[in-house]
Nanobody, 114 residues
Framework: QVQLVESGGGLVQAGGSLRLSCAASGSIFRFNAMGWYRQAPGKQRELVATITRPGSTYYGDSVKGRFTISRDNANATVYLQMNSLKPEDTAVYYC????????WGQGTQVTVSS
């Protein structure tokens, strides 16, 4: 059973930074990709960033240049460094892992005040 546990969310002022962590049970090399999605109230869940098994990264247009996804293979953890945060980044952030299906964490709230 795959478990993804997120941490690092919280309240921050606009312009500030946060780092989210996603700890996976077992090796993360089993996954084709891992990433972060977010969902704001009344909106659909959207892609924030992904990192593939070979290490390629992809970002949603709204976060390019501000967010960075990375991973620590030894600790089976994926990170999302979020800089220059904006109020519109406020959402629940979910960790995702993909092999032949999708796995999701429980989500962590990020709130950016103006």
């Amino acid at each position: 059973q795959v478990q993804l546990v997120e941490s690092g969310g919280g309240l921050v002022q606009a312009g500030g930074s946060l780092r989210l962590s996603c700890a996976a049970s077992g090796s993360i090399f089993r996954f084709n990709a891992m990433g972060w999605y977010r969902q704001a109230p009344g909106k659909q869940r959207e892609l924030v960033a992904t990192i593939t098994r070979p290490g390629s990264t992809y970002y949603g247009d709204s976060v390019k240049g501000r967010f960075t996804i990375s991973r620590d293979n030894a600790n089976a953890t994926v990170y999302l460094q979020m800089n220059s945060l904006k109020p519109e980044d406020t959402a629940v952030y979910y960790c995702n892992a993909k092999d032949w299906k999708d796995y999701w964490g429980q989500g962590t709230q990020v709130t950016v005040s103006s």
